[in-house]
């Protein structure tokens, strides 16, 4: 069902590239748009044919969620504002994939970094309001940086597996959380929902002009675009991707393994709790446990499905975004339970790893060799 | 903002609703055909919180003239925001209700200023005069109810101990623990209420442990406030315990070991209120009540329960539904032996200080904190 040889796709992204010479400089770029492209086709025409066997029209299933994820002003915004965690919260693990690090914790540096610039934002109620929301941005980030920085340190110093300890940290996390806001930080007049207090009004950081959206999109693209450079472009992103590709080898020609990933552990808990801070000052206006939303979770299948590139990540939270945004349609016009959503995220996932088989086998394509 | 998606029958209603406001104060846009949104936290066929509302709408699905759009597991963030908004859009709703407690503050606030010419129907939230005009909370008294299970109970434990899995020791839950104790021990002085918090309101395997332990620890009824009762009701059933429900009725689950429970009465709410705004009242934008006002009601006996047992249950229900009897009557201590409410004191259904409730009464075997 993978395999894209013969995807009417296929067909219209290869016919500019009729020159050898063409193929020979570009083959690999097209291969990362075109495999994952047809495994996106596929999957969403096994997803028809499961949604067939329901006893629903296919062709309204693509109308629909055409119509939920991109085919209004409003749908578009629905989707961005979905989407916009979700770039974040997947940087978390992309960064660390770079250097061979599976790191799926992002959501417990989301929790963190929304304590922390929560934290930060009650503290300094006086302060003029953009100085608060700089303070809650610097606070959530440094909170989802150590977060995630204290599984890196644990897997550089101690042996411990980054992946399962970063997975148990968000359950530690959440659990400080819910103690936090049912105790000590508790607002008494939150009774029924055990919350924070507010931030204020004055502090919350509103939405990009002219739309719904909140500014965390804008931070999710600078964040993706900047670690794009910092991974391609740099010397410490080179250092780290020789890390990634053999840490002896690095080791042997002097690269700081331990220091490579530490930073590059907290520039991914960063991102992760510079969602957090995004959500509590431009959504909730205060913590409570509405903020485990799984976006953490969420952003592991992102990361993946991008590839663990930093670039590709947003265009893949878009599409995210634009699956949960028409969710809600496809469930109001065609009956389907929510959970038909996740079923075609599930498919869009293993069609997506099972096309990792295609790269460099598909023949023409092979020019570059 | 693409006003293009709304339909012309909609500003209609819209302007109409808008030159009977100015008239008349809040009026909401309301008409013969209209469409109305259900949003749940849930799934809508937990047997819980979710189906309870889920039947109310399937009760306003019968009228005539009226379109239900329902969408399921939405989360307490912006994605509720969108939901709704979705619905207005796309479906044409002019009557909201966002079901779950944490959509009130600050997603359906906002929508309801947003959206100034619709209405907005919150399930447990708490309205007031700061809050916008065409928004409005309902809520029953369920302890009514609980209370009548706990007499129930009271009659049909062996061992004398009784068993609550509650979710968090917030006032809502702490009312409806003190309530069936208060009931139990008007039957038999000699009742405990042993409770155990799982900490959330779905946590499956936290509460079959709770359901197991209990039954180990000689508990031979219990009830519960959870989301969904399933997991108590028939883990204990199968474990030979008996059960009193909550939230619906889940006697289908446990033919034999179900008793009674304390059920929502969204069936006869939710018809109530499209006949006031058909016509043409305002529904009161705090709007409460308990067993009198029908919006909370008790399930059938199960066989179990003894003929004493359903006479002074009976008789106890006849009262409260003549609203002359009253629950939280002094002297009443907690379980470390303070007086709560002081001898002579009543407090009837509508106390504010029954809503700030922090304590267990003496009987309940368990901690707040």
Redesign the interface.
Known sequence: MTSGVGDPAEAVAISPAADPGFLQRHGGTIEYILIPGAALAAALGVFGIFVALFGKSPLDLYFYMYQGAFGTWFSWQNTLTRAAPLILTALCTALPAQLGMVIIGGEGALLIGALAATSAALLMQSAPPFVVQLAMACAGMAGGGLWIMLSGGLRQYRGVNETISSLLLVYIALAILNHLVEGAMRDPASLNKPSTREIGAANMIGSIPGTDVHWGLVFGVIAAVASYILIYHTVFGFAARVAGGNIRAARIVGLGVGKLILTICFLAGASAGLAGMVEVAAVQGRTNANLAAGYGFTGILVAFLARQNPLAIIPVAILLGGISASGGLLQRRLGLPDASVQVLQGIIFVAVLASDALYGRIGFLKGKA | ??F??ISRRHLLQGSAALTLGTALGTRSAFAADTTIGFIYVG?RDDYGYNQAHAQGAAALKKMPGLKV???????????VE??M???I???GATLLFPTS??YYN?HMIKMANKFPKLRFEHC?GLWTDKDPKNAGSYFGYIDEAQYISGIVAGYSTKSGKLGFVAA?P???VLRNINAFTLGARLANPKVTTQAIFT??WSMPVKEAEATNSLIDQGVDVLTCHVDGPKTMVENAARRGAMVCGYHVNQAPLAPKAYLTGAEWNWEALYPKFVKMLAAGESIPNFYRGGLKEEIVKVSPYGEAVSAEARKHADDIKAQLTAGTYTIFKGPIMDNKGKTVIAAGTDRGQKDPEL??MDYLVEGVIGAT?
């Open positions: 903002m693409d293009g998606r799934s759009v329902e969408e399921e597991k939405v989360p307490e963030t912006d994605a969108k939901t908004e979705s619905m859009n796309l479906d407690f944490g600050p447990g968090k917030i006032p809502q900490g959330d809503e700030k904190s």
